[in-house]
Nanobody, 123 residues
């Protein structure tokens, strides 16, 4: 099992920045890749960004390219999501996820999920 705990959410004005963290524990050696997703009220959970656990490959949703950066610190078993130039449409609960055999843009690629952290962007 892998446990994931997100932190760093909060209230920020449009144009501001936040950095989310996702700390992994447990069988972290089994992690193949990590992803960040978000879910706004009344909407489906959507992919934001992902990163491979060992190779550093990344991918982003078009809506966040150039504004968000995903990174990892394997020594700390932590993945980060740096969010700059935030917009009101970025308001959502943000979840991190871990895949043990694959990673990608679909929720089905991931086996473990954190509890989520709220990000609210005021305009």
């Amino acid at each position: 099992q892998v446990q994931l705990v997100e932190s760093g959410g909060g209230l920020v004005q449009a144009g501001g920045s936040l950095r989310l963290s996702c700390a992994a524990s447990g069988r972290t050696f089994s992690i193949y890749g990590m992803g960040w997703f978000r879910q706004a009220p009344g909407k489906e959970r959507e992919f934001v960004a992902g990163i491979s656990w060992s190779g550093g490959s990344t991918m982003y949703a078009d809506s966040v390219k150039g504004r968000f950066t995903v990174s990892r610190d394997n020594a700390k078993n932590t993945v980060y999501l740096q969010m700059n130039n935030l917009k009101s449409e970025d308001t959502a609960v943000y979840y991190c996820a871990a895949g043990s055999t694959r990673w990608g843009t679909s929720t089905g690629h991931y086996d473990y999920w954190g509890q989520g952290t709220q990000v609210t962007v005021s305009s």
